[in-house]
């Protein structure tokens, strides 16, 4: 019988860390659970609203936080390349630039007022820092938002499916494999389709595999993506 487990939980302390580093008393560990969680909802929020991207697609990758006695430190892995692409391909390059010393200027502040806002810390300064990912669709949460949005706008799920294994390979990954499952199509019956490019070592430790699940509702209901990227040998 087949046993399945998170793929990034079954590589934690070999080729992956955890997203969140803090230490709490046992009957405070849910409230800081509830913390993270605000945090990241507050940032994905308002990098939704205020990145000039037409469209309701973050390009977070992930949001480490680390909590120590008096400060907070949140660092945001942003991926942009097409998807902040406006109109004007030829200043692509110069749009990414200057969007992200916009959010380092004057939106950091902001985002660091509104943050605060939700979490009212006590004695406690929160640091926010942004990063850049060099190769975004290397990411299975870009990837995943990208063929979410392709699904809003009406476009085939093969169709999307396809494109962003030709943006993973591109990205020079070694191996992906896209599954979707729901009401495909506007069917009656809620079917997965999968695709699979190249390898995908699942079972193997030493194998650095990014995975995610990730939620999109369409007209004809809620439809579940999951990717798995291989990016390289340990």
């Known amino acids: 019988m087949a046993q399945k487990i998170n793929p990034l939980g079954f590589r934690l302390g070999t080729t992956q860390n ?31 609203k205020n990145s000039k991207i037409p469209s309701s697609v973050a390009g977070i990758s992930r949001i480490e936080i680390q909590k120590g006695i008096d400060v907070i430190h949140v660092r945001i892995y942003l991926g942009f390349q097409k998807l902040l692409m406006e109109r004007e391909s030829k200043r692509s390059e110069e749009l990414k630039i200057n969007v992200i010393k ?44 990208f063929i979410a949005e392709q699904l809003k706008n009406r476009v085939s799920f093969r169709k999307a499916m396809k494109k962003s294994i030709e943006l993973a390979k591109q990205a020079h990954t070694k191996g992906i494999q896209v599954q979707i499952a729901g009401r495909l199509g506007g069917k009656d019956i809620a079917r997965v389709e999968w695709i699979r490019a ?3 070592p699942l079972q193997t430790l030493r194998a650095k595999i990014d995975y995610c699940s990730y939620t999109v509702r369409t007209i004809y209901g809620v439809l579940g993506i999951k990717i798995w990227i291989f990016v390289d040998d340990e």
Do not use: C
């Open 18 to 48: 955890h997203h969140s580093l803090w230490f709490e008393q046992p009957k405070n560990y849910s409230q800081g659970l509830q913390e993270d969680k605000k945090i990241r909802n507050s940032i994905q929020n308002y990098v939704q």
């Open 102 to 145: 916009e959010l380092r200027t004057n939106g950091i502040k902001e985002l660091q007022m509104i943050v605060q806002k939700e979490l009212n810390p006590i004695n406690r300064k929160l640091n926010i820092h942004i990063t850049r990912i060099l190769n975004p669709y290397k990411d299975p949460n870009i990837l995943a938002e």
């Open 198 to 200: 190249g390898r995908v």
